[in-house]
């Protein structure tokens, strides 16, 4: 099964047609190119799941596109999505930011769905999908080191509660470096993909490995990888796995 998870930073593109003179004015326009480019892009990729991170889902910004259906209708996907504030965020009323999402698109049957929230941080949305032999959350953590502390207790007892293997994948900010979630990792049986530690931010030159695939026993890695590809800040991880089936 082929996994790729991809922060595509709502289709704003990078370099300098990104950059206007007012600082995060680049995330105020959007680019049907940049879109077009990175749906073709995972086409070519033939993926199984796709967890997208930071998608509109129709606001003005993307000119009323939901990008995560626009996605998964190209791939033939089924998808979820929901916007990762929280109901109760002052966010949601917010034009624009309320239609900022994470989205779930998967080829293979999905046998339940569920959205969890953190109790801190702005971004709090975890998306639970289920499929027949594995469950997989999708995250985006918070950029404050202590609300991100907080974000992994919440977050290993949710895989603790799981009932089949794990994989757990995001963008994790973790910019202080990879040890911020070793004992997450440790205390929930996790062990990353990329073992190798690429980094995958800023996509144009990379430094920082903020985004992550970690899974637990019972699956087996056959292939990872961090391309060389520039259409959002971050580059995007593709993960070949398969699920060990227990002898019966």
Not at 57 to 66: F, Y
Not at 92 to 100: F, S, Y
């Amino acid at each position: 099964m082929r996994f790729v998870l991809y922060n595509i930073r709502y289709a704003t593109g990078t370099g300098p047609a990104f950059h206007l003179p007012v600082p995060g004015a680049g995330y105020l326009r959007s680019n049907s190119r940049v879109l077009d480019r990175i749906t073709q892009y995972l086409k070519s990729l033939n993926p199984d799941l796709v967890g997208l991170i930071e998608i509109d889902t129709g606001s003005i910004r993307s000119g009323l596109v939901n990008q995560a259906k626009q996605i998964a209708d190209s791939l033939g996907h089924y998808s979820t999505y929901e916007c990762k504030y929280g109901t109760t965020s002052i966010n949601q009323m917010v034009p624009i930011v309320r239609k900022q999402a994470n989205a779930f698109l998967a080829a293979p049957r999905v046998e339940g769905e569920r959205f969890h929230y953190f109790e801190t941080g702005i971004k709090r949305l975890i998306i639970e999908l289920e499929l027949e032999d594995v469950a997989v959350f999708l995250v985006h953590l918070s950029l404050k080191f202590r609300h991100r502390h907080d974000q992994l207790r919440h977050l290993h007892e949710l895989v603790k509660r799981a009932s089949k293997p794990v994989i757990v994948a995001g963008d994790f900010n973790t910019f202080w470096g990879d040890h911020e979630i070793f004992l997450f990792m440790e205390a929930s049986g996790l062990k990353s993909a990329n073992r190798l530690g690429l980094p995958s931010y800023p996509s144009r030159n990379p430094r920082k490995e903020l985004d992550f695939v970690l899974y637990s026993n019972g699956i087996e890695v056959t292939q990872f990888d961090v391309p060389d590809v520039r259409f959002s800040d971050h580059r995007p991880l593709i993960c070949d796995f398969q699920v060990r089936r227990a002898p019966t």
